[in-house]
């Protein structure tokens, strides 16, 4: 073993403890937005999340969750900074094999010289930027499956290097069939981690020419398997016939070439197995757990969970030959913003204005060329140096960048912007950016060698200024130290609700936060959470009637299943509703309230005759709560008959004064947590900005009702308890000056609008045109 290799260890190490313990620094200490409240709630009670499942991630934060260390959050939200540390790991030995490969030699053995120099600075640069890259980052710091996805990408490519380099007989085939092991469990994870596949195929077709019939057989057949889903559509007998082109080729193979049979069924084996964790979510569902979405306990209600029938059975083969958005916005607007973002630096930076994935306003990216002309120039040398494998990485950038951008066909707008889609084409322009600083350092090692060998170490330590200078750029952004924003905001929303309520929530951010605390933290579990998104499902409505805390739903399952979620036109009649009418069950109650359809339709949602449903059923017995998130057209007419609690709405069976200021003023000053909202150490993004609105609503709220009772005297001091408590943002001091100017309290707004002013200017970075001073 020569220096250059234990050298090539000890950084390979040093990588790897590096970016580790900055992801275990950064990352969240609780629970976070959108599906990270799931995750790790269904990893503690080994539940089912929603399809299509990833049951490992929930077998290993399992796990995961039974170190003692810190809480259940952070227990889980460590296999995110470690997967994603193993990747860059990864990354680097790639990098270097690759770097090895296009000097000439071999890919697993070092030069033993200073050839040496180039490739291993080129590896440290693109695993340390790829580690400090914008998605990568977030990734490794929160509770979700994109840290692992990429983590299998990158084992997968290491390992079909690792059978290349190897030779090519039947003992080297073991990679092979480990490589198709490890992408049966990453499907458990994550099936990102099979657009991995055509990279590999390539990487075979030139490795082995044996190989190379049978990869045009699995071709032709993965084409015959698409035409066949076109014409017949999903389902068992488009299933059939893919099962019986498959029996036809392995006989064929068996009677031709019997080691490309017994390769194909040993992968074909091996991926079934890894790919078997799927299995545990059947079983652990027939033990009814907590969270059990779909409840796939029967082998037909699997196999839909398992083929993601709740969003639909249109093949998306099909459906992304018609557009849902204008092609520009889904690949300029979404994943070449996307992938401008990744690898910022401070230095020759130009900004580019795209448009935000949720809305139509504008959201410049500041791009630094320094990165994107370094993988140019690597890509560029590739192509010269190793064709073969050049294409091979062209493939993994195309295959998930455009082309996974043109198979899912985002519709717009979108719930949020989806950059992490995307992580293997930053991958592959992460290896580019590698090779191109190898091959500077090859251009310039024979023009320095000759006056010092040390300068040309010292030059190629240049390259860590690149992630540097991406990571101290990101930091603020990525650090998640002290962010308890969901974990607040949950425990916010359960704690208005009065004992045994039945709380209606709308979507991810006001309902996995609130499972996680009532599952994990254990708060406040005689709370039911009603999701209406779920609510127009027939397993959900199930769930409510017959599990703890049990709901008093009047209808059986066949009704459920025949009539109220069935799409026959017979069964469609029952939810006709062409024009504004009084619902017989709130007459019933006494409420004489006109409900509507969704505008531009004739009938009414599942889960608006839910509700209906479970407020006559109820009976006024268990206190009724909606989430503050919930828009009005999602009320189904009872509006007029709720009072503001705070983070809830409570339907009552009178009209009264739209809030009770004693429970406002005792949730807001007394029950409710703010932690790190006004720390401006703590990030907030735009998601993260919007759902703290909804507590400048209840100040807001609070205000108005003080001045209706004409208690003017105490707004300034609750818009100043607000400013020291909650995140205010430009938008909360210009809702609070508009309020106060309305009711002439004009030297406090004065100051509200100045501070609305600096803070609008800070984040378009332009100079404020007013100060307090020439306001007042």
Request: charged share 20%; glycine share 6%.
């Amino acid at each position: 073993m020569n220096n250059y290799t234990i050298l090539h260890r000890y950084i390979g190490v040093g990588i790897f403890l590096l970016t580790l313990g900055v992801y275990i620094k950064t990352m969240a200490p609780a629970v976070s937005f959108w599906d990270c409240g799931e995750f790790i709630a269904t990893s503690y009670l080994l539940g089912v999340p929603h399809p299509p499942g990833s049951p490992l991630y929930v077998l290993l934060g399992r796990v995961f969750s039974l170190f003692p260390i810190a809480d259940v959050a952070a227990r889980v939200t460590f296999m995110s900074a470690l997967s994603s540390a193993l990747a860059i790991w990864c990354v680097y030995c790639y990098t270097l094999a690759l770097a090895r490969r296009a000097l000439g030699g071999n890919p697993l053995i070092p030069f033993g010289d200073r050839r040496d120099v180039g490739p291993l600075s080129g590896a440290v640069l693109a695993s340390l930027l790829l580690a400090f890259s914008y998605t990568q980052w977030f990734n490794a710091t929160e509770a979700e499956v994109y840290g692992y996805s990429i983590f299998f990408t990158c084992a997968g490519l290491w390992l079909i290097l690792y059978w290349e380099s190897s030779g090519h007989h039947h003992a080297s085939d073991r990679w092979l069939l480990f490589i198709a092991y490890l992408f049966g469990l990453g499907g458990g994870l994550h099936l990102l981690c099979l657009l991995t596949i055509p990279t590999i195929a390539i990487l075979a077709w030139f490795a082995d020419n044996k190989l190379r019939r049978l990869i045009i057989q699995l071709i032709a057949f993965a084409a015959g398997a698409v035409i066949s889903i076109a014409l017949l559509g999903p389902g068992s007998v488009s299933n059939l016939v893919i099962l019986s082109g498959l029996a036809a080729l392995l006989y064929n193979l068996y009677g031709t070439d019997r080691r490309a049979c017994y390769l194909l069924l040993g992968v074909l084996v091996l991926f079934a197995l890894g790919y078997s964790t799927y299995l545990a979510l059947y079983i652990r569902s027939g033990l009814n757990p907590a969270i059990d979405e779909n409840d796939p306990e029967t082998w037909k209600a699997f196999l839909s969970f398992v083929n993601r029938e709740q969003y639909g059975t249109e093949s998306m083969l099909l459906s992304m030959l018609t557009p849902r958005a204008d092609r520009a916005y889904q690949f300029w607007d979404q994943q070449m913003k996307y992938f401008f973002q990744q690898f910022p630096f401070p230095f020759l930076e130009q900004v580019t204005v795209f448009r935000k994935a949720t809305s139509p306003e504008p959201h410049p990216v500041s791009i630094s060329w320094i990165p994107y002309s370094l993988g140019l120039v690597g890509l560029l040398w590739q192509r010269k140096r190793d064709w073969r494998r050049f294409l091979a990485i062209l493939a993994l950038f195309v295959v998930m960048g455009f082309g996974l951008s043109f198979y899912l066909n985002m519709p717009d707008p979108q719930p949020r912007e989806r950059h992490y889609v995307f992580g293997g084409m930053y991958l592959a322009y992460a290896l580019w950016i590698g090779l191109g600083w190898t091959a500077i350092i090859e251009w310039m090692r024979p023009r320095l060698e000759r006056f010092h060998g040390g300068i040309l170490i010292a030059l190629s330590a240049i390259a860590l200024l690149l992630p540097l200078g991406t990571a101290v750029k990101l930091y603020d952004i990525e650090d998640r130290t002290g962010d308890y924003i969901a974990y607040d905001y949950a425990h916010n929303i359960l704690e208005t609700c009065e004992p045994n309520s039945i709380l209606f929530t709308n979507g991810d951010n006001d309902t996995f936060p609130l499972w996680y605390m009532q599952e994990v933290e254990g708060l406040r579990r005689d709370v039911r959470v009603v999701n209406l998104s779920l609510l127009n499902t027939g397993w959900y409505i199930k769930q409510l009637r017959d599990r703890e805390p049990k709901i008093d739903i009047k209808i059986n399952d066949e009704y459920i299943d025949s009539v109220l979620t069935d799409t026959q036109m017979v069964d469609l009649y029952h939810r006709l509703w062409r024009e504004p009418k009084v619902p017989t069950e709130y007459k019933k109650l006494g409420l004489q309230l006109e409900v509507d359809s969704q505008p531009g339709h004739d009938l009414l949602r599942i889960q608006d005759l839910m509700v209906i449903g479970i407020t006559y059923w109820n009976q006024w017995k268990r206190p009724l709560h909606f989430a503050i998130t919930i828009p009005h057209m999602n009320h189904v007419g009872l509006t007029p008959y709720m009072k503001m609690m705070g983070m809830t709405m409570k339907v009552i069976p009178t009209i009264e004064p739209t809030s009770d200021i004693s429970t406002l003023e005792q949730n807001l000053f007394e029950t409710y947590q703010f932690r790190s909202l006004t720390d401006e150490r703590v990030y907030k993004d735009e998601n993260s900005e919007r759902l703290l609105g909804n507590y400048r609503a209840c100040v807001l709220h609070l205000a108005d009702r003080y001045h209706q009772e004409e208690r003017t005297d105490e707004i300034s001091g609750l818009f100043k308890w607000a400013e020291e408590n909650i995140y205010m943002g430009w938008e909360g001091y210009y809702t609070a000056a508009d309020f106060l100017s309305q009711i002439d309290q004009h030297l406090d707004a004065g100051y509200h609008l100045m501070k609305a002013g600096e803070l609008l200017a800070r984040e378009y970075e332009v100079e404020p045109v007013a100060s307090y001073e020439n306001i007042l």
